[in-house]
Each structure stands twice: as C-alpha cells, then as structure tokens.
C-alpha cells in the first residue's frame, strides 16, 4: 500500500516538473518609432500666405472691361478651393466737378450696383464675363466655388470687372473697396461645402 501511494506521488511530481519546465523555440521582433503625421493644406495666392491687396483697378471708365490676373496654389494634397468676395464698401471717393453738376447735392456712389463681375479658373469660366451680365453685388457674400486644385501645381486665374457705357458723370472719383478670402479644404473626405455662416453658395440659376 505505501509502494502505491509512493509511486502516484512520484507520478505527480513528475508531472508537475515536466509542465513547468517545458522548452520552446522563439523570437520576437521590435518596430521603432512608428508614427502618425497629418496631412498638409496651404493655399497660397500669387505666391504668398495673406496677399496685400490683389485687385487694383484706378482707372476704370464706362464702356471698359478690365482684367485681373492671380495664381493659386496648393501644397502636398488636393484641395477644393472656394472664392469669397466680402465688405464692399462704396464712398464718393475724389469729387469733380463735372460728378458735382450731375449730383446736383444729391450724392450717388453705388458702384457696386453697377460693376460687371467674371471670373475665370485655369481657363473655364466659372462666370462669364461677357454672357451672364452678373454684378459684383450678386456675386459677393457667398462662397463660389473654383474646382479642386491639384498640389503644387500653379493655377492661373482671371477676375473681369466691367462698367457699363451707360454709367455717368455721378461716378467720377467714386471709390469701390472689398476683400476677397480664399478657402481652401481637402478633396477627400470634406464637407459638401464650406463652413460660410450663411449657407451661401454661388448658384448660376439663382
């Protein structure tokens, strides 16, 4: 009886050394220093971050239509880029005395009512200078979209601005200032459209 019991203890021991003893073959791989890096939109307009003034026009006379050449460009990704013309402000500018006579002391500076607007990206016209007849009233306050630029690829554009030949002497010296943001956010994975607070998005048909 003690032989039986002395040799399942044995057997158990056994067991218990061969299980916690047990070898096998091994290796382990360490990668270093993985990472994560976000991607990149910078939207640079004649070559600059924040432009001076971009549209200087001093001479612009009923029956002219004057053009206006800028460049953008975007760095490392695609970008859908959007146009915002805002804050035009209309003022009497330099009387003479010929807008004097005409105003008769009843001043009129609304340049903006008046003013032709067309812009055009990478030749195609977003809005025609020459068959829509939009006003640069019209196509301020909203956000116009101007396509999906590539990354760093230079990308002419045109602006128009017209005054009509009917246009007269009230508007000698009158003044028309305005600011332009240009928004740029990338092609994949974005917004329908842009964030404008208004909603406001240029549409040809209204």
């Known amino acids: 009886m003690?032989?039986?019991?002395?040799?399942?203890?044995?057997?158990?021991?056994?067991?218990?050394?061969?299980?916690?003893?047990?070898?096998?073959?091994?290796?382990?791989?360490?990668?270093?220093?993985?990472?994560?890096?976000?991607?990149?939109?910078?939207?640079?307009?004649?070559?600059?971050?924040?432009p001076g003034p971009v549209v200087t026009l001093n001479d612009l006379k009923p029956g002219d239509l004057q053009t206006v050449n800028k460049s953008l460009i975007v760095n490392t990704n695609?970008?859908?880029?959007?146009?915002?013309?805002?804050?035009?402000?209309?003022?009497?500018?330099?009387?003479?005395?010929p807008e004097e006579l005409e105003e008769s002391g009843s001043p009129k500076h609304d340049l903006e009512n008046y003013v032709g607007y067309g812009l055009s990206v990478n030749g195609n016209d977003i809005i025609s200078a020459t068959e829509s007849g939009v006003l640069l009233r019209e196509a301020s306050s909203c956000y116009i979209p101007l396509g999906i630029i590539e990354p760093n690829v230079t990308i002419p554009m045109q602006q128009f601005f017209s005054l009509p030949a009917s246009v007269t002497n009230w508007a000698q010296g009158d003044t028309l200032t305005f600011s332009e943001d240009f928004f740029a956010q990338q092609a994949r994975h974005n917004p329908i459209d842009p964030e404008t607070g208004s909603g406001r998005i240029w549409n040809p048909d209204l």
Do not use: C
Request: aromatic share 8%; no cysteine; proline share 1%.
């Open 78 to 97: 695609p970008a859908e880029v959007f146009l915002h013309i805002k804050d035009w402000v209309s003022d009497q500018g330099q009387q003479t005395e």
């Open 2 to 50: 003690r032989i039986g019991i002395s040799l399942l203890l044995i057997t158990i021991l056994t067991g218990s050394v061969v299980g916690s003893t047990g070898a096998y073959f091994s290796d382990t791989e360490t990668s270093n220093d993985n990472q994560f890096v976000a991607g990149e939109i910078d939207l640079k307009v004649n070559g600059q971050d924040n």
